[in-house]
């Protein structure tokens, strides 16, 4: 299968989505002529012209507006983000109007539209460009939340959102851009709300996704599973909204403990909504609570040691896990 960069990827996917359908366009700041700030729209402008593919000015409300307007009356808009921290400028644009035009038309007026872009800390960035946004947009009805932690999840994840009928929140990691994966040869979707057991194991269960799954979770299994001699199940959701709860809630039966891994903030985060889920479906299987490893409840900080202090991590990883296993008191 070939190997390509997670940007690659993800320009791959709207590229084919392009070809396929000439009602799909871009627009988003520094997606044309600039190639995009992270590079993800290289090469598009001069492959489907200024038409489909268009420079916006500092603006996020604005184009947001006009992207739903477009995806109303038929067209099928991507709409970049530099960052998802600058989303909160269109809020009510992706919540009032996106979100709720379907129902509040009586189902008149589809919003086929995806809003993608980075998300979360990447290196000492400070706190208002730093936030993990996914449990904010998960919470509102009538959006769906997608957050890829492979080069093949991103691509057949994002093909999938551009022909989705409905608003679709799609959140990458400019950390990740670089990362390199196999993708499958030709064309291939994956189905938005199917998650996926990216290793099978039999002692713990961890559920993490995106970027914390992909710098931070693997390494902690390899780690733990040399140091404590046990098998980690790692489940990655995908998608937040929808969730694949059954997925979940099968790997827990069984393991019959899990630690949630997330980069968001602990407070309503969409750990507690899966940690609720979990109890829910299967408390008679849990040998243990549910631990959750979350960024502290604090603003972000810029100082690079108290940044990775905040976030998840290997330490922080391990003392949940042993946490479950009844074994924190054994070194």
């Not at 997925?247 to 899990?258: A, D, G, P, Y």
Request: charged share 25%; net charge negative; with cysteine.
């Amino acid at each position: 299968m070939p190997v390509v960069s997670l940007r690659e990827a993800l320009n791959q996917a709207m590229d084919e989505e392009m070809e396929r359908d000439e009602r799909v366009f871009l627009m988003g700041e520094e997606v044309a002529r600039y190639n995009g700030a992270y590079k993800v729209s290289q090469g598009l402008l001069s492959k489907w012209g200024e038409r489909r593919i268009i420079d916006t000015p500092i603006a996020e409300s604005g184009f947001a507006g006009v992207g739903i307007g477009a995806a109303m009356v038929g067209l099928r808009p991507i709409v970049e983000f530099m960052t998802w921290n600058f989303s909160l400028v269109a809020y009510d644009q992706i919540v009032n109007n996106a979100a709720k035009m379907y129902s509040m038309s009586g189902g008149q007026f589809h919003v086929p539209i995806v809003f993608r872009g980075p998300g979360g800390a990447a290196h000492g960035l400070a706190a208002t460009h730093s936030q993990a946004l996914e449990a904010i947009y998960a919470h509102v009805a009538g959006l769906k939340v997608v957050m890829p932690s492979t080069c093949k999840d991103a691509k057949g994840l994002l093909k999938s959102a551009i022909r989705d009928e409905n608003p679709v929140i799609f959140i990458e990691s400019e950390v990740m851009y670089g990362d390199k994966g196999e993708i499958p040869e030709g064309e291939y979707t994956i189905p938005i709300g199917v998650g996926e057991v990216k290793k099978e194991g039999k002692d713990v269960t961890i559920v993490s996704w995106s970027k914390i799954l992909a710098h931070v979770v693997w390494k902690a299994v390899e780690t733990l599973e040399q140091e404590l001699g046990i098998s980690i199940e790692v489940v990655d959701p995908r998608t937040i909204k929808p969730m694949d709860y059954d997925l979940i809630v099968e790997s827990v039966r069984k393991t019959n403990r899990v630690v949630i891994v997330e980069e968001g903030w602990p407070f309503a985060g969409v750990g507690a909504q899966l940690a609720f889920e979990i109890t829910a479906r299967a408390f008679d299987y849990l040998d243990a609570p549910v631990e959750r490893v979350t960024q502290e409840d604090v603003p972000l900080p810029y100082a690079k040691t108290l940044e990775k202090a905040s976030l998840p991590n290997i330490e922080k990883i391990r003392r949940a896990v042993k946490n479950v296993l009844y074994r924190n008191g054994q070194e």
